[in-house]
């Protein structure tokens, strides 16, 4: 249920963005905000100022993916459709012309602007995910508190942590096994690489490339799609596999918004 109606609207008017945050309660009278009510309850203040922002963290990181999501499947039918100008043609002057993947449609974005984009995407889903992480690191919600309200907003966190995280390597495991097929079949490409500004062995690249696309290696959450060379197929297995990713951590979410909403109930 879209994490649970974004989690009763982030607690109501607890996380009104038109105002700052609460403080940490420092004195009798000084106690963060619950909704509208004063709390001095320790798994209330945790919800408010740790668990709150980290759940819209981890909703706009699902938004950025959801925005994403369908460049992967054009990427695929992109690199599918893709033609390669054939070897050994020479120019006018007699110079050799190199190899180079074009796109089907000129006016279309080449697959390399694809992966571009995705990689950006994919940066800004990390930096969302930080503020989960900076969230469990904080002492008002450790793993040594007796509390079990908060060890139960702690292990939602948890899990909402290892969703994102484990979403974005599988989304890099693929950007990252695509350059590598693309160095190894067609090695004018390599200086456009995001390996060569680091000084990358590109010789090490393709073979590790080689190692990587024959280990079968599947990350948890989703997998790799399976790609078979033909556009449509593979924009669809693509799209696919996204769509299945979305599911997965939506599901992980809903369980954590119910969890949460339980605990906030006793703030009021």
């Keep these: 249920m879209i994490a649970l109606f974004a989690l009763a609207a982030m607690l109501v008017a607890g996380t009104d963005q ?8 420092t004195a009798a009278g000084d106690l963060p905000e619950i909704g509208r009510v004063k ?21 706009r990181a699902d938004k950025q993916f959801t925005q994403a999501a369908p460049q992967f499947a054009s990427y695929a039918e992109a690199k599918d459709s893709a033609t390669t100008l054939p070897t050994n043609v020479k ?7 190199k190899t180079k993947l074009i796109a089907a449609d000129p006016d279309s ?3 390399e602007m694809y992966l571009a984009r ?23 919600i450790a793993a040594d508190i007796t509390d079990p309200a908060v060890q139960a907003e702690r292990a939602q ?14 989304l890099q495991e693929f ?34 490339g080689a190692d990587a696309l024959a280990s079968g290696h599947d990350p948890l959450l989703g997998g790799q799609p399976m790609i078979n060379g033909l556009a449509l197929n593979d924009k669809q297995s693509v799209a696919d596999w996204t769509t299945g990713m979305a599911r997965g951590v939506h599901n992980y979410e809903n369980v954590a918004a119910k969890t949460f909403l339980d605990i906030g ?3 009021k």
């Design 18 to 25: 038109t105002q700052s945050p609460a403080p940490a309660a």
């Design 39 to 59: 709390s001095r309850v320790l798994s209330c203040v945790a919800l408010q100022e740790l668990v709150v922002p980290s759940f819209a963290a981890a909703l």
């Design 91 to 97: 120019k006018a002057n007699g110079a050799p012309m």
């Design 109 to 111: 974005a080449t697959p």
């Design 118 to 140: 995705l990689d950006k995407a994919l940066a800004t889903m990390q930096q969302e995910v930080l503020t989960i992480s900076k969230a469990l690191g904080d002492p008002r």
């Design 157 to 170: 966190l948890q899990v909402l942590y290892a969703a994102q995280v484990t979403r974005i390597a599988t």
């Design 175 to 208: 950007l990252e096994r695509q350059r590598m097929n693309r160095a190894i079949t067609d090695k004018t490409l390599t200086d456009q690489s995001v390996f060569s500004s680091a000084g990358v062995n590109m010789d090490d690249l393709q073979a590790a």
């Design 265 to 267: 109930k006793n703030c």
